[in-house]
């Protein structure tokens, strides 16, 4: 079991910068594989980024890649993305994801459906 809990969305104007953390808790952190996911309204939940269990290897969305960042501190338990150069298309719901079935960064990562356990999510509004 995993216990996950989001905090750091919030209003920003356009070009400017959020950083999201997700806590995490219940088990060995270390061993489960990270997501980052986002859902605007209207649309399906869309991949973000992740983050390997050791926190060695990340990837990202196309529409995000050199803007947003994904780190972790297992010391902590926690899990960060540093989003800059915000758009206003970057408005969504932000979710933070365990995968606990899976540790590296082989495949499937894309896939909501991959990850067991989810944060209860939090809001980035970007706008002037």
């Known amino acids: 079991q995993v216990q996950l809990v989001e905090s750091g969305g919030g209003l920003v104007q356009p070009g400017g910068s959020l950083r999201l953390s997700c806590a995490a808790s219940g088990r060995t952190f270390s061993t489960v594989r990270m997501g980052w996911f986002r859902q605007a309204p209207g649309k399906e939940r869309e991949f973000v980024a992740a983050?390997?269990?050791?926190?060695?290897?990340?990837s990202y969305a196309d529409s995000v890649k050199g803007r947003f960042a994904i780190s972790r501190d297992n010391a902590k338990n926690t899990v960060s993305l540093q989003m800059n150069s915000l758009k206003p298309e970057d408005t969504a719901v932000y979710y933070c994801a365990a995968d606990a079935a899976r540790r590296g960064l082989s495949g499937g990562y894309t896939n909501p459906s991959q990850f067991d356990y989810w944060g209860q999510g939090t809001q980035v509004t970007v706008s002037s």
């Open positions: 983050i390997s269990g050791s926190g060695a290897y990340t």
